[in-house]
């Protein structure tokens, strides 16, 4: 099935990107038993579709993988060095379906329940955002979830992200029905990014 994308020049991506505390860098065979436990998380995956086995795991790894080598961004572990060598995932990805709002780039992010609370997500999804602005040269990003996902969206309104709930939509992949199919839509401009990070370095 195809879908729009933005037209982007590929871009090698680096090896990794280090913050403060994290770091985000390529997938390994190994990061695999970590993200099959981390979705089989009933509490992760509270407010997403579920991922029902080990090989419907693997196969969300191997998107991963494929996303990265065709367009040169994507989903990143996240690694806490001295703590844990794999927490999850944040990243940036086409959105894989026509809607109202494509095409687009989406920012997105799943955590271990044990290191929730701990600002990791927001550490490492400014690192993500930061490369898709400066080597992508990306003029915006969205954010999805579901609207009881009040976890998600305060990380969104931390990175700066702005909601309209105008654009509130049923999302074309969970079936009619569903309790997930609704969904809210945050953005995020260059500019937004910029003056969030400056006011966060200096206090503002």
Do not use: C
Not at 10 to 34: I, K, T
């Amino acid at each position: 099935m195809s879908f729009p994308m933005l037209d982007l020049p590929y871009s090698p991506p680096p090896e990794d990107l280090a913050g403060p505390r994290v770091r985000l860098r390529q997938w390994r065979p190994e990061d695999r038993e970590g993200l099959a436990a981390m979705q089989a998380d009933p509490v992760v995956m509270e407010h997403l579709m579920p991922v029902p086995d080990r090989a419907a795991s693997d196969a969300v790894a191997d998107r991963i993988t494929r996303h990265f080598a065709e367009h040169g961004f994507g989903l990143w572990v996240i690694e806490v060095p001295g703590v844990a060598p794999f927490i999850g995932y944040t990243g940036l990805v086409h959105v894989p379906y026509a809607a109202a709002f494509t095409p687009a780039v989406e920012i997105g992010w799943r955590i271990q329940k044990r290191f929730w609370g701990r600002g990791y997500v927001t550490e490492a999804a400014r690192l993500s955002l930061r490369d898709g602005f400066g080597r992508l040269g990306l003029a915006e990003v969205i954010a999805l979830t579901v609207p009881a996902n009040a976890r998600s969206q305060a990380v969104m309104r931390r990175l700066n992200m702005t909601h309209d709930p105008r654009e509130n939509f049923d999302h074309p992949l969970v079936p009619a029905g569903h309790r997930l199919r609704r969904h809210v839509l945050y953005r995020l401009t260059r500019a937004a990014f910029e003056g969030g990070a400056e006011e966060a370095a200096t206090g503002g």
